[in-house]
């Protein structure tokens, strides 16, 4: 049976497709919730139950934002990474080139992300 056809191709390029807008999809709903949890409900200055944080408390949820966000988008990173260096050894360039772009996406994703947004 032969393999590395262009329907093969295709296929693959395809579900690795998915694969990286899977992972976007669910970097995006977990950076989401973690800033929507009910801590601070104004996008970063207002207690949901009311009152005005302390500095030290808005730091520490500025913290558990960050440390969520960047830990998702290092695991992204890193999921990526792993599939371009297979996507290299079995020489599917396409794939190749597919990933450094969807790497390149989280870097500047990584790079524009803010701990806070106002409405």
Known sequence: MKTG???DRVTIAAGVLI???AL???TGFTIGRVRDRGVLCDGGTVFCS???PTFAQWQAEMAVRSTVAYGSFGVMAAIL???LVVARRRGHRGVVVMQLKALVVVAVLAILWEP????
């Open 19 to 21: 694969m990286d807008l």
């Open 116 to 119: 806070y947004t106002q409405w």
């Open 5 to 7: 056809g262009a329907t």
């Open 81 to 83: 990474a792993a599939s």
């Open 50 to 52: 009311g009152g005005d």
């Open 24 to 26: 976007l999809m669910a």
